[in-house]
């Protein structure tokens, strides 16, 4: 009876109160993760969104839910600092290039190395195939199939496909963000 009753506060603050949600964006360079930032931001697509060099922190507000959104370079030389900024996320949120296939190789391999840190155990995962606005674009099957999604275990994953220029599916995005836990013990 305890248990649910916990759960019950829970669910009612979550609806009445703001939330904060740490967020890590990571993918490969020119998957759009600073384009994806500054849209989610501003609320429209920017033709000027200078890549991510290292990182970049912005505190975006979307209704009740505050982001605290890491931005990280996808640079080969900057993957080796993603699993630091991830581990404190209570999501991580990876983008891909949707339409193009050469990087999904890359793209697989980087991710499935990301989640294998045993720091990141059990972080949500919310996968999102970026430029879906151009043709050829994977679609959110393909995507869950060439980027191996079904073998992820011990966390909750979403697969989103989206524009981050046309803002499509981004509300989506944000009602899963929304409805994750916040971990506790970071």
């Known amino acids: 009876m305890a248990s649910y ?4 506060v829970s669910w009612i603050k979550s609806k009445l109160w703001n939330r904060e949600i740490e967020l890590s964006i990571v993918g490969l360079q020119n998957a759009g993760k600073s384009t994806l930032t500054s849209t989610l ?5 920017d033709e000027d969104t200078i890549p991510t060099i290292g990182f970049n922190y912005r505190r975006v507000k979307k209704g009740k839910v505050g982001l605290n959104v890491w931005d990280l370079g996808g640079q080969e030389r900057f993957r080796d600092s993603w699993e630091k900024y991830c581990r404190l ?3 991580i ?16 391999k980087q991710l499935h190395d990301l989640l294998s840190w045993p720091s990141l155990e059990g972080i949500p995962l919310l996968l999102l195939g970026n430029k879906n606005d151009v ?13 191996n999604l079904r073998r992820l275990q011990n966390r909750s994953v979403a697969c989103f496909s ?6 499509t599916n981004l509300d989506i995005t944000m009602e899963w963000l929304a409805d994750q836990p916040i971990r506790k013990n970071k």
């Open 135 to 147: 043709e050829g674009a994977l679609t959110e099957e393909e995507l869950i199939e060439e980027l």
């Open 89 to 91: 996320s209570d999501v």
């Open 41 to 45: 931001a501003s609320g429209g697509f």
């Open 5 to 8: 009753f916990k759960s019950l």
């Open 162 to 167: 989206v524009s981050a220029k046309d803002q």
């Open 93 to 108: 949120i990876y983008v891909v290039d949707s339409v193009d296939l050469s990087s999904m190789e890359e793209a697989r």
